[in-house]
């Protein structure tokens, strides 16, 4: 168990700019989840994927967020045309649910700063 | 709309000392809650959870309560050490997806030796 593996840590861009995270979840499980924190806030969901397909997207990803997950295996999650509001801490999870419960595990997350 | 809050932003206890951190819900549909702690630049860390079904969970210094009727939970750490200082944010979830989590505002705790 290597843990859920995101990069880059950190990513500095300018405005306008396009960024992509990758995120590498613990190898046998099958939910990935990508979560968004700001200063002061809890993280907020954004989406989440059952092996490849996209279950869910929040009302805060906006049409310039895309996720993707080819073959269930790692995700990336790509911003489009950056605004100052999308700097933020991006954290990726992932699990393995039972019935009555779940357990996610986060990765260190990717640091962005719009300039 | 919160609907998860934490009242508390920070909380300073002396070491071997009771920590008590609190958390209220609006959302009547969740049914599971969770607490994670987070040190500085990494993620949040799973402690502990609670079902709905249940009003008590307890994993060695870690307890948590919920109150159901008032919709609040709260979690215990007997005692405490100067490394439990951390960040700690209450979650709940409800049975479509228990991993799409609703975060508190987090509290920061701060054991002293």
């Known amino acids: 168990d290597t843990g859920v593996s995101q990069n880059p840590r950190h990513k500095i861009t300018k405005r306008g700019q396009n960024v992509t995270f990758r995120c590498d979840p613990i190898s046998e499980h099958n939910r990935l989840y990508w979560y968004r924190q700001t200063l002061g806030q809890g993280p907020e969901f954004l989406t989440y994927?059952?092996?490849?397909?996209?279950?869910?997207k929040s009302r805060l990803l906006s049409d310039r967020f895309s996720a993707e997950r080819p073959k269930g295996s790692f995700s990336t999650l790509e911003i489009q045309r950056t605004e100052q509001g999308d700097s933020a801490m991006y954290l990726c999870?992932?699990?393995?649910?039972?019935?009555?419960?779940?357990?996610?595990?986060f990765g260190s997350g990717t640091q962005l700063s719009v300039l | 709309d919160q609907q998860v809050k934490q009242n508390s932003p920070s909380l300073s206890v002396q070491e071997g000392r009771i920590s008590i951190l609190n958390c209220d819900y609006t959302n009547s549909m969740f049914d599971y809650f969770l607490w994670y702690k987070k040190y500085p630049a990494e993620g949040p860390t799973f402690l502990i959870s609670?079902?709905?079904?249940?009003d008590k969970n307890e994993d060695g210094r870690f307890t948590v309560f919920l109150n159901k009727s008032a919709k609040h939970l709260s979690l215990h750490i007997v005692p405490s050490q100067p490394g439990d200082s951390a960040v700690y944010f209450c979650a709940a979830s409800g049975r479509t997806s228990y991993g799409k989590l609703t975060f508190g505002q987090g509290t920061i705790l701060t054991v002293h030796p």
């Open positions: 994927f059952q092996n490849e397909a996209q279950l869910e």
């Open positions: 609670i079902s709905s079904i249940k």
């Open positions: 999870a992932s699990s393995r649910p039972t019935a009555t419960n779940e357990k996610l595990f």
